[in-house]
């Protein structure tokens, strides 16, 4: 899994076109969504991470919150991003990873949206530019 952090004033995104055959399911509400004072989170979940979905996701969300205790966050923005990696996982594991990160980060305390899995989507960002706005992370299986 590869994640691209961005400490950012707000985002939001407009769903656009579909990129999957079938992509997730939708209501009207979901079509749109904006945080603001937000860490937005970038995640590519890769084939490597099909070993151990559940690791992944337990690494990933620790990592996610090492990253929103530096910079004070108290909102995430779970984004779906296929463009971080060359070795995808296949869209059903990686839609239930993500929806498994986001789920733990509520359970944590986050107050968290998640961006619709499998559209193209219009984004807005705009970054903090402080120097730990930009951060990436990579988190893998160890088995
Ligand atoms: N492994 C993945 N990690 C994160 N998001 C993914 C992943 N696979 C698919 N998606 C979601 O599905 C959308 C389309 O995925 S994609 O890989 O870019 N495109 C496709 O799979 C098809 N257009 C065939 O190439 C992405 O924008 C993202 O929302």
Redesign the pocket.
Known sequence: ?RMLLIHSDYLEYEVKDR???N??PISEEQRKGRLDEVLAVF?????V?EANPEEVVEKAVKEIKDVAGQVKAEKIFVY??????SD????D???E??QKVEEKLKEEGFEVKR???????AFKLSCKGHPLAELSRSVVPSG
């Open positions: 899994m990129a999957l055959k992509p997730e995640m590519s979940v890769e084939k991470d779906p991003f296929a463009h971080l990696s995808l996982a296949k869209p594991v990686a839609l990873v993500l961006a619709p899995f499998g559209y193209y989507k």
